[in-house]
């Protein structure tokens, strides 16, 4: 029986926890997805973001809005991805 060998493992907050300082595209229940530097966060994933672009998604298109910094409710986000930029992916933001 041969082993499998994987790289190191991470639990959620520690690899959240190495995200800091750089940033991180976070996609949040609804229509909104945003663009940061993550500055931190606590055990209920609540996030502070600075230097952020908010992408709203509605009928008439899309919409960007620029933000000095934000404060997010963890409990409203879906995804994280870090060093992800919408604007470079062929997602919902194309």
């Keep these: 029986m041969a082993s499998v060998s994987s790289g190191p493992s991470y639990l959620p907050l520690a690899l959240i926890d190495k995200c800091i300082g750089s940033r991180i595209w976070v996609i949040m229940k609804g229509d909104k997805e945003l663009v940061g530097t993550?500055?931190?966060?606590d055990d209920y994933v609540n996030m502070v973001l600075d230097d952020v672009r908010e992408y709203t998604f509605t009928p008439e298109g899309k919409?960007?809005?620029?933000l000095e910094s934000i404060l997010l409710n963890g409990n409203n986000i879906t995804m994280m991805v870090p060093g992800g930029d919408p604007e470079e992916n062929d997602g919902k933001a194309s």
């Design 38 to 41: 993550l500055r931190g966060f």
């Design 63 to 66: 919409k960007v809005t620029q």
